[in-house]
């Protein structure tokens, strides 16, 4: 009871819960950051701000002492149809308010920050909708062991939020799943819990930088709404590592791979109703091997350019995807840069465009049935250091 309490009046504060993010790499963001977003989502093993507590929280050792504030906001803008059955979803803009506060001092560097961590989302002329988001409220700590080794972690506190219309007999039409609010920040069915994340970085030498971070899995319990329940909904342990060359003064190249087990989390959903079961939606997803790369290129002393590339291969399988629920995209070409107005004030920005694709259903529920799916995304954020 406690726990939800604290997790509330944290969710609260500021108006910073995250809204729905609609898959990206599965149900998780390409990027953290507008940093990490324009590099293709690597962030394991450089300094990228107060967004590091949702990446890597081991590299807020690499940052200068002081303090430092970040305000982001991120926009998700699936397209997301069924052609000649459920048509287009109107679920197409989606807007994340983040923050992050971090203090370094010496050795130690600590903070809080709120972050989306991710979610899907749809909604059809016929009334079929599905929304499902999920954020953390953090708590990092780093320690700089020497010059060399840094390590770091956090403590998270964990939100997801569901609605769900949906007719599932379209042959006796009628919503026998029926929950949603009207909220963008969160949903009618809500679920709490606490989870972790353990990470260091490694300088091999002056250019060369080595990173990883390992986060459990979202521990989260049945997300309930009076007579609705879902069980079986929770977020992945994640096991990443990264590679950070400063190859002169101006250019760094980034590169992270990591390994989104699915597979432990997202099995079959069960919606249940006063304690009957409505409909087990059987998932089965595969694990995800994630690939980020980027390059950030300084042009002048204020002025930092950036482009990448993220692949994660789709880990629905064919006979499991949903209309509701298309978490497929693969490919994420991103772009972004940053300005410093001053030692103190900067902004970075971070664009990805997600080109479509295309799934068939296999399986006895959804074969046939073609989804199509593509997205542009960006963030922005203001930070100030004192």
């Known amino acids: 009871m406690q726990l939800k309490k604290l997790a509330a009046t944290l969710a609260a504060v500021g108006?910073?819960?995250?809204?729905?993010?609609?898959?990206?790499n599965g149900?998780?963001?390409?990027?953290?950051?507008?940093?990490a977003a324009g590099m293709g989502g690597a962030a394991m093993a450089y300094d990228n701000g107060t967004a590091a507590m949702a990446n890597n929280p081991a590299t807020l050792g690499l940052m200068a002492d002081g303090s430092r504030i970040d305000l982001m906001l991120g926009h998700v803008g699936p397209d997301v149809s069924v052609p000649a059955m459920m048509g287009a979803s109107e679920a197409d803009a989606f807007y994340m308010p983040a923050f992050g506060y971090v203090k370094k001092q010496g050795k130690l560097a600590y903070g809080v920050g709120i972050y989306g961590q991710g979610g899907m989302g749809t909604e059809y002329a016929?009334?079929?909708?599905?929304?499902v988001s999920v954020g953390r409220v953090i708590f990092p700590l780093?320690?700089?062991?020497?010059?060399?080794?840094?390590?770091?972690?956090?403590?998270?506190?964990?939100?997801?939020?569901?609605?769900?219309?949906?007719?599932?007999?379209?042959?006796?039409?009628?919503?026998?799943?029926?929950?949603?609010?009207?909220?963008?920040?969160?949903?009618?069915?809500?679920?709490?819990?606490?989870?972790?994340?353990?990470?260091?970085?490694?300088?091999?030498?002056?250019?060369?930088?080595?990173?990883?971070?390992?986060?459990?899995?979202?521990?989260?319990?049945?997300?309930?709404d009076g007579g609705y329940k879902v069980e079986g909904f929770d977020m992945p342990p994640i096991v990443g590592l990264?590679?950070?060359?400063?190859?002169?003064?101006?250019?760094?190249?980034?590169?992270?791979?990591k390994d989104v087990m699915w597979g432990s989390s997202m099995n079959t959903v069960t919606i249940y109703n006063n304690g009957a079961v409505v409909a087990p939606?059987?998932?089965?997803?595969?694990?995800?091997?994630?690939?980020?790369?980027?390059?950030?290129?300084?042009?002048?002393?204020?002025?930092?350019?950036?482009?990448?590339y993220n692949r994660g291969k789709n880990p629905i399988p064919d006979q499991n995807v949903s209309y509701l629920w298309p978490a497929i995209v693969e490919d994420h070409y991103?772009?972004?840069?940053?300005?410093?107005?001053?030692?103190?004030s900067q902004i970075n920005f971070g664009l990805s465009y997600v080109p479509e694709v295309s799934v068939t259903g296999t399986g006895a529920q959804n074969g046939g049935m073609t989804i199509e799916h593509s997205q542009m995304n960006w963030q922005?954020?203001?930070?100030?250091a004192f």
């Open 281 to 308: 939606f059987q998932q089965d997803w595969d694990d995800q091997i994630v690939l980020s790369l980027g390059l950030a290129y300084k042009f002048t002393d204020a002025f930092t350019g950036r482009v990448g």
């Open 242 to 257: 990264g590679l950070a060359w400063q190859a002169n003064d101006r250019l760094m190249v980034a590169a992270d791979v």
């Open 142 to 224: 780093a320690y700089s062991v020497n010059e060399r080794f840094n390590i770091g972690g956090s403590v998270d506190i964990v939100w997801a939020g569901m609605d769900l219309v949906a007719d599932l007999n379209p042959a006796n039409p009628g919503k026998e799943i029926d929950f949603k609010d009207d909220s963008d920040f969160s949903g009618q069915a809500k679920g709490y819990s606490v989870a972790a994340k353990l990470g260091f970085t490694y300088k091999l030498n002056d250019a060369l930088s080595l990173g990883g971070v390992y986060q459990t899995a979202g521990n989260l319990p049945d997300l309930k």
């Open 27 to 35: 149900m998780l963001m390409e990027g953290y950051g507008p940093i």
């Open 334 to 344: 991103t772009v972004g840069f940053g300005y410093a107005f001053s030692k103190q």
């Open 380 to 384: 922005l954020m203001y930070s100030y």
């Open 126 to 131: 016929s009334g079929d909708m599905a929304q």
């Open 15 to 24: 108006m910073t819960v995250p809204g729905l993010a609609l898959a990206t």
